[in-house]
């Protein structure tokens, strides 16, 4: 594990990426570190206000990932990596807190590649994220990530249920942007047509991360203090859209989608952590 004196600067990695010719191979075996990671006030603001949080004592159960994104984003740069950024699409994410976080506690972060397989489409692997409070595990993800190629599996995707609408949302075409100036995620798909067209989209589509906070800010107070939520991300959300939103209580969580047309851009559930 090689830690880090700072935090990676995504404005000087993302251009790096772009470029970076990838080897194929296998993941690395190390990983990256950083310590002490203060919040910064001002920008929790602006995040709780663009993902629909009211302002809070503790984080956001999905906050700690943007303080980690840049990290990610390193460990994905570098030479040994096996693909190159563009191309590769987060596909699920599965976040565990096993208590909320205040605002006030500097959290230290351990980021590290594992799981290379196949899928139907192509590749892909996880990228482990594990938040600290000193020594104290406080939080824990596992975004997974596909990087299309030939697929080296025959397996189908289940379908993924659409929950009937609690409620409807009109997504801005500038939610991107505002969600990039608040995370620091600036990939080109999310910020405007002309860039996301380079990429093969039709117009910017939403972050991943913006569906799945605005999620969790959607179902408020009936979260508890610990909990796991996973989701799988289905078809991009183009900008702008109006989308169905649902939430269905079972056995003592919540199932969620977000879905438009009847295809789902996002399904998953909150649970106690197991």
């Avoid at 397989?117 to 997974?144: C, K, L």
Wanted: aromatic letters at 8%.
């Amino acid at each position: 594990m090689r830690t880090l004196d700072r935090a990676p600067n995504l404005a000087v990695l993302y251009p790096r990426a772009l470029f970076r010719r990838a080897s194929g191979g296998e993941l690395p075996d190390s990983g990256v570190a950083l310590r002490e990671v203060a919040i910064d006030p001002e920008r929790l603001a602006d995040y709780a206000r663009v993902c629909g949080f009211g302002l809070s004592s503790v984080l956001p159960g999905t906050y700690p990932q943007v303080l980690a994104f840049p990290l990610a984003i390193a460990l994905m740069s570098e030479p040994g990596f096996p693909f190159p950024l563009p191309g590769i699409v987060h596909v699920a994410n599965t976040i565990t807190q096993s208590r909320p976080v205040g605002t006030t506690e500097a959290l230290s972060f351990e980021v590290h590649a594992e799981n290379l397989r196949p899928h139907r489409r192509g590749r892909q692997f996880d990228i482990v994220t594990s938040a600290f409070v000193g020594d104290e595990p406080v939080w824990h993800s596992t975004a997974t990530y596909l990087r299309r190629g030939s697929g080296g599996s025959t397996g189908t995707r289940p379908d993924d249920e659409v929950l009937p609408p609690t409620a409807v949302w009109r997504v801005p075409a500038g939610i991107g942007r505002a969600y990039a100036a608040a995370s620091g995620d600036r990939n080109p798909i999310h910020l405007h047509p002309l860039t996301a067209r380079m990429f093969g989209f039709p117009r910017a589509i939403a972050h991943g991360m913006w569906v799945e906070a605005r999620c969790l800010a959607a179902l408020g107070g009936r979260i508890p203090d610990a909990y796991r939520v996973v989701v799988q991300f289905g078809k991009p959300l183009l900008l702008p859209s109006t989308v169905d939103f649902g939430a269905r209580e079972r056995d003592g969580g919540w199932d969620l989608s977000v879905a438009s047309g009847g295809r789902p851009h996002l399904t998953g559930r909150v649970e106690p952590p197991s």
